[in-house]
C-alpha cells in the first residue's frame, strides 16, 4: 500500500510543478505586456511635452516691435501678446520714450 501512495505522489509531484511554471509564465506574459503598454504611453507623454517645448525653454510664440522717436527701436518676445506688449512698454518707460501701446506691431511665429 505505502508502495502505491509513492508511486502516485511521483506522478502528481512532476504535474503540480508543471502547472506552477505554466503559472509562473502566462503571469509574466502578462506583466511584461503591461510594461509595454506603460512604455507607449510614456512615448506619447514624451512626444507630446516634445510638441509643446518646440518654440524653446521659455515658449516664445510672439514678438513685438516698436520705434520710438526717444527711446529707438524697441523689440520683445514672450509666449503671450500681452506679455511681449508689456514687455516692450517697460523697456520703453525705463528709456524715458513716448509710450503707447498702439504704436507696438505683433506678430505671432508659427
Not at 50 to 71: F, Q, V
Amino acid at each position: 500500500m505505502k508502495s502505491l501512495i509513492i508511486f502516485f505522489l511521483m506522478l502528481f509531484i512532476p504535474a503540480v510543478q508543471a502547472y506552477d511554471s505554466q503559472t509562473e509564465i502566462r503571469n509574466l506574459q502578462k506583466e511584461i505586456q503591461q510594461l509595454r503598454k506603460d512604455i507607449r504611453r510614456l512615448e506619447r507623454r514624451v512626444v507630446a511635452l516634445e510638441d509643446t517645448d518646440s518654440y524653446g525653454d521659455n515658449n516664445t510664440r510672439w514678438g513685438c516691435y516698436m520705434n520710438d522717436i526717444r527711446a529707438g527701436g524697441l523689440f520683445s518676445h514672450a509666449a503671450t501678446e500681452a506679455e511681449a506688449r508689456g514687455k516692450i512698454l517697460s523697456q520703453c518707460t525705463s528709456k524715458k520714450g513716448a509710450c503707447f501701446d498702439n504704436q507696438i506691431t505683433c506678430s505671432k511665429s508659427d
